[in-house]
């Protein structure tokens, strides 16, 4: 049985350019997906495709159970959508977003109200509610857009690089507020370039490139597929690499790679910690001094490296960026004009 969000086999083209070239999708009730891969991947093309915002040319989509090409109006009225800028009307006081949204999804005015203030206590805006949006630092208009995107209460998000261009402070509350909610049993579908944003949020993550799902699996799941721990030790004397291989070469579960220039050795190992433990008692005996050393894990960032070639967060110049930054507001837009049929 399908998960809340399902895709199987999405095409969609823009002239010459095929911006998602079978995507297949599956994202269990109550869990995250982050969708990960650097501008112009597909990402938010894909989420627009899921959130009825563009139809594909091919393929099937399911979201809450609906068909997203057949029943798209319903698809509408069960989900949030958060885009990569945020899109409330600055003239508005916060509490006013909010309560505006609600009644665009026909809530009667007292039922918008509660709802407003329950939203504006939860994203710590209270303080802020009665001053107008425009006054509001990036960080809060983050969290006032992604309040909006909850009025409903949907059971199903999509959050389009919610935390692009917050600092790192912010980063880190709306990543809470987000825990929070999945916690409360909502889906969430999250695009990201951030790795580590995708590591501390994501259930399971998919690598996208050139519009294809390239990898799929737990942040562990895919950190393995690099070849898991590996030992890296750096020398003091360039004489000593050789003799410093040799010990490495007795706990390696591969090939040792040196660097000359920087006088530092690789190797794969599994053993953890009491393995490095044991690697330096080796070193020392044999009289090798050491500047450096430690236990390496992969990163997404490695990860990607290996999957793609290039890392995530490469600008891509045939990307739809600008496209996705125009088109924020304009989904919003057209989300609450639906809403209000």
Partial sequence: MPGAIYAEGLVKTFGDVKALDGVDLDVP????????????????????????????????????????????????????????????????????????????YQMKAKAAKVRAAELLDQFNLSDAADRPAKTYSGGMRRRLDLAAALVVRPPVMFMDEPTTGLDPRNRQQLWEV?????????????????????????????????????????????????????????????????????????????????????????????????LLAEIIRDLDTRGIEIDDIGLRRPTLDDVFLSLTGHVAEENDPGNGAADAEQGDGKARKQKKEEAAK
Avoid: W
């Fill in 178 to 274: 987000i825990k929070q909610l999945v916690s409360g049993g909502t889906t969430l579908l999250l695009t990201t370039q951030y790795l580590e944003e995708a590591d501390h949020l994501a259930h399971d993550i998919a690598v996208v490139d050139h519009g294809r799902v390239i990898a799929r699996g737990t942040s562990d799941q895919l950190k393995a597929r690099t070849g898991g721990e590996r030992v890296e030790v750096v020398v003091h004397e360039r004489d000593d690499i050789t003799t410093a291989s040799e010990v490495l070469r007795g706990f390696g579960k591969g090939e040792t790679t040196v660097e000359q220039h920087t006088r530092k050795l690789t190797v794969p190992v599994t053993g953890g910690a009491k």
């Fill in 29 to 104: 009730e109550g869990t995250v997906l982050g969708l990960l891969g650097p501008n112009g991947a597909g990402k938010t093309t894909t989420v627009r495709c899921l959130t009825t915002l563009l139809r594909p040319d091919s393929g099937r989509a399911v979201v809450a159970g609906i068909d997203v090409l057949k029943r798209p109006n319903d698809v509408r009225r069960s989900i949030g959508l958060s885009g990569q800028f945020a899109a409330v009307d600055e003239y508005l006081t916060g509490r006013e977003n909010l309560q505006m949204v609600g009644q665009l």
